[in-house]
Nanobody
Framework: QLQLVESGGGLVQPGGSLRLSCAAS????????IGWFRQAPGKEREGVSC????????YHADSVKGRFTISRDNAKNTVYLQMNSLKPEDTAIYYC??????????????????WGQGTQVTVSS
């Protein structure tokens, strides 16, 4: 069974940090661009970051640029999202998704083939 599983979410104070993990089972991430998306209550899903396969190039939305960093460890079949300087507006369920492609990654969610179940991130004092 092909699965992506997110972990690392939780409650953190403003200004704090969390590292989310996206682990694949049943397939290798070597051939998949990985995106991180988030959805806050009452809001549309937003593309946050993505990382490509071929050159590990990355994209970060303006709302998180300079605070979030996406990386991949193919040996561990895992992609990470390091989130620093967290703000209350970062509160959301965070999802990772995989697209089978060697093209540069995007945050167009309709392009993604596999999705994880999500992990809750809450930024509050």
């Amino acid at each position: 069974q092909l699965q992506l599983v997110e972990s690392g979410g939780g409650l953190v104070q403003p200004g704090g940090s969390l590292r989310l993990s996206c682990a694949a089972s049943g397939f290798t991430l070597d051939y998949y661009a990985i995106g991180w998306f988030r959805q806050a209550p009452g809001k549309e899903r937003e593309g946050v970051s993505c990382i490509s396969v071929s050159d590990a190039s990355t994209y970060h939305a303006d709302s998180v640029k300079g605070r979030f960093t996406i990386s991949r460890d193919n040996a561990k079949n895992t992609v990470y999202l390091q989130m620093n300087s967290l703000k209350p507006e970062d509160t959301a369920i965070y999802y990772c998704a995989g697209e089978f492609t060697r093209a540069p990654c995007t945050v167009f969610d309709f392009r993604y083939d596999y999705w994880g179940q999500g992990t809750q991130v809450t930024v509050s004092s």
